[in-house]
């Protein structure tokens, strides 16, 4: 099985070449493979073995990922894939978001002088890319060339921001030995955590302003994590299969033979497919769905803190929101516990920050900080002069006008009920939400572009592990698209202008914490909840870690129970 | 019956052409439609709030890397220069490239093309066959109890939404009666094919895709066979009346040549305009469902690509589901010809 690569045409993807390629790259890269793989596989007999049928795991989404490449694709499927797949990393996270090594095989930093460091990582020498090409610190330079060079468009550049850009702040001392250099700052190994290294041999001709949209990520990826690639069907699925050459060290040849990621867009036909076992995995599932799957002898849910965060962004440029005891109040109106219970079945915390459970700065002490109290928010909103004038149930200032915000979100069934729940809520205290449903893109549109078309906006995001809220909250980002709440305070500028530097985690607590209770204070947002991750495995599968690191974080040591091994 | 009538009539005005000439014209006098269609599509989409670099958005995104990204994407350019450039791109056969999903836009639909078509003409096939069959059967009984239970069947699959008759097969054929994947009366609910499919020989291949077929087409023929079904019964039963009939009958002929070649014969131009019109559902009618059952096609395609606003990919659909319906519409014209004697494009005058 291992000789088989390619399936939908790899071979013949001619039209996406960059200039001054003679030959087509996908079917280059992708020949390489078949023939290192079939050399290979003859020697030491990769898949399975006996002539069975591969042992085939499936996990099932409703949303298609981005693909392989870094400088691409950054949604968070394809993230996964790049850094625990079929990519990978210098180095990873543990169980309790400690880096460990991956790639690298170990680091080293050294102040080297004006205000800077060194950090030196010493890199595995039995890793090889699919195609039999050895896995070096010049790919790790390229990664990092790459990944700063203005050109290529990077989507998270600003992984790097405290490091060097460009030539200056790389060096390859020798195929396993790469320094880097840049300003000292915390969580400085995050960005390599995240960023999967690419392969130099395969793309470095290829122009950075063209690497974004150049076919390896989804036609041709040639990885060197513990799945390689093995076809792509757009928005149906992606097979991998294992990569018999992995490192014994760091776990070995998978012992799962293939794995299917499947896009299946209908929630009742995932459910579906989960409960009849054609779907291992179930990624995010809803509550609703969660609770039909419990209680089954041979499925589980799994429950994990996830990053995500949810608030509602209210645009201080208006004058109505810009008063800080009127946001104090919607804040007090909204009874979260219940809100949180009632969409998610009580799985998740609810946040008076943007620091989510799983980051070490979360503080649970600020949980109560802003708790619900309606006669405290009717107080709050007659001191800043709304007064229910005419006895509409609707508070008026003394002009007369009504206290009414406009939410606006894009629709999907968590939003919708969040988006009801508030306005029910907040009624009670007179304040009336118009409830404006929007398409996902001209939502975006409108809550980012510089015009603002927004009163109040519904927003979700997936923070990163090393967090940093400037372009949130800092003055001079109230003009850039996350600056949503347009919040200019000098107080939480410095706050975010230190925080990213400190490198001392204690200190940082202290700081984190100083940050979060201004920005409770101010309220440029109200923070709702960060939900927790439902995943759905069934019982076939043995040895699945989900945690916030993510579904795949150790996909190579999945295993299936022998007596359950999938014919085809 | 009115379009039958229409259409006789420009048959009538089309005896003077030989037949290529008249296709040749009608294709070219179809370039408008075919330009002017995608055309439309791309100012509105460009002039839609959101472009597909949002994709692109995320937190901690610096802005000039957000330019860059639009640069590079060629989003920063002027609406007539992109316009213009997809056009002599589309002259040359190059689709473009879809941001949103990763790959050139040739290779989407030359993935998702043929898995629409399969479903789709299986499904309009279908419902032909059922749609006629059934609209004879009630024509041949007006106002009976089975012509009553019939026309109520026909109208209830008619009304009903592909989205909920497509859930509830789900649900019947994926959770209620059977729990797991080898069970009896278990059809797969997504997708074109098993896990392992790859593995199968090429007879358990076919049976494994024809498994995978069955709801998608039960979902979208039902729907359709009854429009049809309603249809045909409604021009038999006019027909079936006609003096001719009468007098065919009067000569002694069986009552299956009398319904099949002079009656159905009859009645069939009214349903070759609704042939014609249909084509191109064999793109656009499919959307739901696919989107239900997994199906990797056309209408989940083009679905997301105008959610992220992927122009090209769009533009390309756009363009196809025109040239289906000028092709729908042509293939119409000419089964006129067949099915009247009356009517023959570019045959010699005598």
């Known amino acids: 099985m291992g000789l088989w690569v390619g399936g939908w045409g790899c071979r013949g993807e001619r039209e996406q070449l960059p200039a001054g390629y003679g030959v087509p790259f996908c079917d280059s890269a992708m020949a390489r493979v078949a023939a290192f793989t079939g050399e290979r596989v003859q020697g030491r007999g990769g898949g399975s073995e006996g002539g069975a049928p591969p042992t085939t795991v499936v996990v099932g989404t409703v949303a298609e990922m981005g693909g392989m490449n870094v400088f691409g694709a950054g949604d968070v499927g394809a993230v996964q894939h790049q850094m625990f797949v079929n990519l990978m990393t210098l180095v990873r996270y543990d169980e309790n978001l400690r880096p460990v090594p991956y790639l690298a095989r170990r680091w080293e930093t050294r102040e080297i002088g004006e205000g800077r460091m060194e950090l030196r990582f010493f890199l595995r020498d039995d890793v090889r890319w699919h195609d039999g090409t050895p896995t070096t610190a010049y790919d790790v330079a390229f990664t990092f060339l790459r990944a700063t060079d203005p050109r290529t468009g990077f989507p998270n550049a600003s992984f790097f921001q405290f490091y060097l850009p460009g030539e200056e702040g790389v060096s390859v001392e020798d195929s396993l030995t790469v320094s880097f250099r840049f300003r000292p700052h915390g969580d400085y190994l995050d960005p390599w955590r995240a960023t999967a290294i690419m392969p130099r041999h395969l793309l470095e001709g290829v122009p950075p302003e063209a690497l974004a949209r150049h076919p390896y990520g989804t036609v041709c990826p040639v990885g060197n994590g513990p799945f390689r690639f093995v076809s792509h069907s757009p928005n149906d699925r992606w097979v991998f299969e294992a990569n018999p050459f992995f490192p014994e060290e760091l776990g070995g040849r998978p012992p799962i033979d293939r794995y299917i990621y499947r896009v299946i867009p ?137 206290l009414a915000v406009e939410l606006t979100y894009h629709r999907n069934q968590e939003r919708q009920e969040v988006a009801e729940i508030l306005q029910a809520q907040l009624r009670e205290v007179g304040v009336e939400l118009r409830l404006r449903i929007m398409e996902f893109a001209a939502y975006l549109q409108a809550i980012t572009s510089p015009e603002r078309d927004f009163q109040a906006a519904l927003v979700a995001f997936e923070t990163e592990f090393r967090l940093d809220e400037r372009d949130l909250f800092h003055s001079s980002a109230a003009r850039e698209p996350f600056g949503f709440s347009g919040i200019s305070d000098p107080v939480l500028d410095r706050y975010l202008d230190t925080l990213p530097l400190v490198e001392d985690r204690q200190e940082g607590r202290r700081l984190w914490r100083e940050y979060q209770l201004r920005i409770i204070e101010l309220q440029p947002v109200t923070y709702l909840y960060s939900a927790f991750r439902r995943d759905g495995v069934t019982s076939r599968l043995e040895n699945v870690v989900l945690d916030t690191r993510g579904e795949w974080v150790n996909i190579g040591q999945w295993r299936v129970v022998p007596q359950r091994r999938r014919s085809p | 019956m009115d379009s039958g009538g229409s259409c006789r009539n420009g048959g009538g005005h089309l005896k003077e052409l030989p037949l290529l000439s008249f296709v040749v014209r009608r294709l070219l006098g179809s370039l408008p439609l075919l330009v002017g269609v995608p055309t439309l599509v791309f100012l509105a989409l460009s002039l839609a709030p959101g472009d597909v670099a949002s994709v692109y958005l995320r937190p901690g995104i610096p802005p000039e890397t957000v330019v860059q990204i639009r640069q590079n994407l060629g989003l920063d350019e002027p609406l007539h220069v992109r316009y213009v450039r997809w056009l002599s791109s589309l002259a040359r056969g190059d689709l473009g490239y879809s941001v949103a999903h990763g790959v050139s836009v040739r290779r989407l639909l030359a993935t998702a093309l043929p898995n629409t078509l399969l479903l789709g003409s299986l499904s309009l096939g279908l419902s032909f066959a059922l749609g006629i069959l059934t609209g004879i059967f009630q024509a041949l009984r007006p106002h009976t109890v089975l012509d009553s239970f019939l026309s109520g069947v026909s109208l209830f699959f008619y009304s009903v939404p592909p989205f909920w008759l497509g859930t509830m097969l789900v649900l019947m054929f994926g959770v209620w009666l059977g729990s797991s994947a080898e069970g009896l009366w278990t059809l797969p609910v997504s997708g074109m094919f098993s896990v392992g499919h790859e593995f199968l020989g090429p007879w358990e291949k076919a049976f494994d895709r024809l498994r995978h077929l069955v709801l998608p087409t039960l979902t979208l023929t039902a729907v359709l066979t009854g429009g049809v079904a309603r249809f045909v019964r409604a021009a038999m039963l006019e027909v079936l009346g006609e003096d001719y009939i009468l007098a065919a009958r009067a000569r002694g002929l069986s009552e299956t040549r009398v319904v099949l070649k002079h009656a159905f014969r009859n009645a069939l131009i009214p349903l070759i305009t609704l042939g014609g019109l249909s084509l191109p559902l064999l793109l656009s009618g499919t959307v739901v469902v696919e989107f239900i059952f997994a199906w990797p096609g056309i209408g989940r395609l083009m679905v997301t690509s105008v959610a992220a606003r992927d122009i090209p990919v769009v533009l390309a659909g756009t363009v196809l589901m025109a040239f289906l319906v000028v092709a729908g519409n042509l293939l119409a014209d000419l089964l006129y010809g067949l099915a009247d004697p009356r009517i023959r494009h570019g045959r010699p005058q005598a």
Do not use: C, I, K
Not at chain 1, 286 to 313: I, N, T
Not at chain 1, 342 to 361: D, I, K, R, T, Y
């Open chain 1, 266 to 402: 209908d929630q009742a036909a995932l459910l579906a497919e989960f409960l009849r076992g054609t779907v291992d995995v179930y990624v995010a599932m809803p509550w609703g769905q969660a609770e039909q799957v419990r209680g089954r002898p041979d499925r589980r849910v799994v429950v994990f803190p996830h990053r995500s965060v949810l608030f509602v962004a209210w645009n201080t440029r208006l004058p109505t929101l810009a008063d800080r005891r009127v946001r104090r109040a919607f804040t007090l109106a909204v009874n979260r516990p219940l809100l949180l219970q009632g969409v998610q079945g009580g799985e998740g915390v609810v946040l008076n920050s943007g620091v989510p459970p799983s980051h070490w700065a979360f503080d649970p002490s600020l949980g109560d900080s802003l708790p619900y109290d309606p006669p405290q928010a009717r107080a709050l909103l007659e001191s800043a002069g709304w007064v229910d004038r005419n006895g509409d149930g609707v508070r008026e200032n003394q002009a007369g006008e009504p």
